[in-house]
């Protein structure tokens, strides 16, 4: 990555699963930083995704990193299965049960940790979780669909959450995830933002490659 560039990942999920061989090609090829994988389990969110199995399947198609976002009432238990089948970074919601303990025990197997909160959640939740995780990622569309649009009235939260991060002064990516366009990535940008997830935006793009360049330099 370029220095000044954005720290852009690309969300498995609005890909087409039947050409997911041709989709990790296409990842491969861009200057994608992270792939990012959401795991659902259907009582978190209104929605099941899949697990453990799939992200094995295709790790070994890219060497990108793997972010797995854990949309689960209870992550603590599949921790172990997550990091085993090949997830790089591992985040889990501050709404979700052992939310810390989760953290702790992925630092214990020496991986990268974060803590996700939904757009109801108040941003001084985030907090008590500052001295251990490596990213904060803010919702900015109700987690469990994609394709969702950006809800601009989260920009003030991320804009607390950066001086948050600022002030402790760990290095700690702040993540924002949903509705992310040229457009909206350039607000959250402004608010203080440094890495975004990109899901229906980049796979609608005539080419995958130039639109994930541009949104680097957005």
């Known amino acids: 990555m370029k220095k000044n560039e954005n720290i852009v990942g690309v969300s498995i999920l609005s890909s087409d699963f039947f050409d997911i061989k041709n989709t990790m ?3 491969n090829s861009s200057d994608v930083d992270f792939v990012h994988l959401d795991v659902m389990d259907g009582v978190f969110v209104p ?11 295709i790790r070994s198609h890219s060497k990108k990193v793997f972010d797995v976002h854990l949309m689960v009432k209870n992550p603590y238990p599949y921790i172990r299965d997550f990091v085993n089948c090949g997830a790089d970074i591992v985040t889990v919601h501050i709404e979700s049960k052992n939310a ?12 990268k940790c974060g803590i996700v909160i939904n ?3 108040s941003y001084k939740k985030v ?3 500052l001295g251990i995780v490596d990213v904060v990622m803010v919702m900015t569309v109700h987690p ?10 989260q920009l003030l939260k991320i804009s607390n959450i950066a001086t948050m991060i600022k002030k ?4 700690i ?10 457009k909206t990535l350039k607000m959250a940008k402004k608010s203080g933002a440094n890495a975004f997830v990109v899901g229906s935006y980049l796979f609608n793009q005539p080419d995958f490659v130039v639109a994930v360049s541009n949104l680097k330099k957005v």
């Open 144 to 153: 469990g669909f994609g394709g969702q649009k950006f809800m601009e009235n």
């Open 119 to 121: 757009p109801e959640t």
């Open 168 to 171: 402790c002064g760990r290095d």
């Open 127 to 129: 907090r008590r979780f």
């Open 25 to 27: 090609k296409k990842i």
């Open 47 to 57: 929605n099941i995704s899949f697990g453990p199995h799939f992200i094995s399947s």
């Open 173 to 182: 990516l702040l993540e924002v995830d949903g509705g992310i366009n040229d």
């Open 100 to 111: 810390m303990k989760s953290l702790k025990l992925l630092k214990s197997l020496n991986k």
